[in-house]
């Protein structure tokens, strides 16, 4: 029901890359003035370009899961339709224990009837284990 991927925090902008050369040795020697400054990421986030939300407190979460079963369940194929409505409710408990650790992220394009991915960090970890809702998600080939 849930599919649970591990994210990586990185560093994306400027790169400090020696070539070997000698800038003593050339015009001036002096740095050139390259503003760019490396912003640290996580990869997910980052590659996908999710949007962070607020946090939802219980009742603002239940309140999102019943809309989104209301929209999702009618998308399913019926054999999925009925282990859909067989595990959500287990992840649902699993979601709301650990309410008040997660993060709440939403697509680029921020529709109100998209899915929602959940980002927590295990006990321990420095990065951060992000949470879908398998149901939710269309498979591509590529």
Same mark, same amino acid.
């Given at each position: 029901?849930?599919?649970?991927?591990?994210? *990586?925090?990185?560093?994306q902008g400027?790169?400090d890359?020696d070539?070997?050369?000698?800038?003593?040795?050339?015009?001036?020697g002096? @740095?050139?003035?390259v @503003?760019?400054?490396?912003?640290?990421?996580?990869?997910?986030v @980052?590659?996908?370009r999710?949007q962070e939300?607020?946090?939802?407190d219980?009742k603002q979460f239940?309140?999102?899961?019943?809309?989104?079963?209301?929209l999702?369940?009618?998308?399913l194929?019926?054999e999925k339709?009925?282990l859909? *409505?067989?595990?959500?409710?287990?992840?649902t408990?699993f979601?709301?224990?650990?309410?008040?650790d997660?993060q709440?992220?939403?697509?680029?394009s921020?529709?109100? @009837?998209?899915?929602v991915?959940?980002a927590y960090y *295990?006990?321990?970890?420095?990065d951060p284990t992000?949470?879908?809702?398998?149901?939710g998600? *269309?498979?591509?080939?590529?």
């Amino acid at each position: 029901m849930l599919w649970e991927v591990e994210g *990586k925090w990185v560093f994306q902008g400027a790169v400090d890359v020696d070539i070997g050369a000698n800038p003593s040795a050339e015009d001036g020697g002096e @740095d050139e003035g390259v @503003d760019d400054q490396a912003i640290k990421v996580v990869d997910i986030v @980052d590659t996908f370009r999710l949007q962070e939300q607020p946090a939802y407190d219980k009742k603002q979460f239940v309140t999102f899961m019943k809309r989104y079963i209301k929209l999702l369940t009618p998308k399913l194929e019926a054999e999925k339709q009925e282990l859909f *409505k067989k595990h959500i409710e287990s992840a649902t408990k699993f979601l709301l224990s650990k309410l008040s650790d997660l993060q709440f992220f939403v697509g680029e394009s921020m529709h109100d @009837d998209g899915g929602v991915v959940f980002a927590y960090y *295990k006990e321990g970890a420095t990065d951060p284990t992000f949470l879908y809702l398998a149901y939710g998600l *269309k498979e591509i080939k590529c």
